[in-house]
Nanobody
Framework: QVQLVESGGGLVQAGGSLRLSCAAS????????MGWFRQAPGKEREFVAA????????FYADSVKGRFTISRDIAKNTAYLQMNSLKAEDTAVYYC????????????????WGQGTQVTVSS
């Protein structure tokens, strides 16, 4: 079993930056692809970014491409989402997830989920 705990959310101004962390526990963490999803009020959960278990392949939603960067530190059992040039529309609860697949962009492919961390961007 993999346990995921997100942190780093909070209030930021438009144009600012924020770094989310996802601390993971579990023996299979280094063999899990990781993903970030977000859900705004009244909206469905949407894909944000994903990174393969090896760290060599990444995917981003078009809405965040060029602004967000996903990374992972296997030694620290932690995944990150660096968010730059934040916009009001980035406001959402951000969730970290893990999958046994090589990499995935669909929520249904993920087996483990964190509790979420709120990101609020003021304009």
């Amino acid at each position: 079993q993999v346990q995921l705990v997100e942190s780093g959310g909070g209030l930021v101004q438009a144009g600012g930056s924020l770094r989310l962390s996802c601390a993971a526990s579990g023996r299979t963490f280094n063999r899990n692809a990781m993903g970030w999803f977000r859900q705004a009020p009244g909206k469905e959960r949407e894909f944000v970014a994903a990174i393969s278990w090896s760290g060599g392949v990444t995917f981003y939603a078009d809405s965040v491409k060029g602004r967000f960067t996903i990374s992972r530190d296997i030694a620290k059992n932690t995944a990150y989402l660096q968010m730059n040039s934040l916009k009001a529309e980035d406001t959402a609860v951000y969730y970290c997830a893990a999958t046994l697949a090589l990499v995935a962009r669909h929520a249904g492919a993920y087996d483990y989920w964190g509790q979420g961390t709120q990101v609020t961007v003021s304009s």
